[in-house]
């Protein structure tokens, strides 16, 4: 089994920027690829963006530009850094592991962007 927890979702100002987190509970090893999705009220999870153990980075469109999805093996952590925030970015954040056969979530993270 294997534990994501999300940190660092909160309130701000559109403009502004939040760095997510994603603590991974053990080393994981072999091909995988982490992601972040989102889920806004009302509407159907997204993925927003995944890196494969590779370091092969993918982005929703909307995102491009403004979010940089990164990984620190050696601290078994995710990272998100979301740049220059939308009002419609708001959304539960999730931390996902797929390892192929098997799939993990987060319990989420809430980000609001509102003045």
């Known amino acids: 089994q294997v534990q994501l927890v999300e940190s660092g979702g909160g309130l701000v100002q559109p403009g502004g920027s939040l760095r997510l987190s994603c603590a991974v509970s053990?080393?994981?090893?072999?091909?995988?690829?982490m992601g972040w999705y989102r889920q806004a009220p009302g509407k159907q999870r997204e993925l927003v963006a995944d890196?494969?153990?590779?370091?092969?980075?993918n982005y929703v469109d909307s995102v491009k530009g403004r979010f940089t999805i990164s990984g620190d093996n050696a601290k078994n952590m995710l990272y998100l850094q979301m740049n220059s925030l939308k009002s419609e970015d708001t959304a539960v954040y999730y931390c996902?592991?797929?390892?192929?056969?098997?799939?993990?979530w987060g319990q989420g993270t809430q980000v609001t962007v509102s003045s």
């Open positions: 890196i494969t153990s590779a370091g092969l980075t």
């Open positions: 996902n592991l797929d390892l192929g056969t098997m799939n993990f």
């Open positions: 053990r080393l994981i090893i072999g091909i995988y690829t």
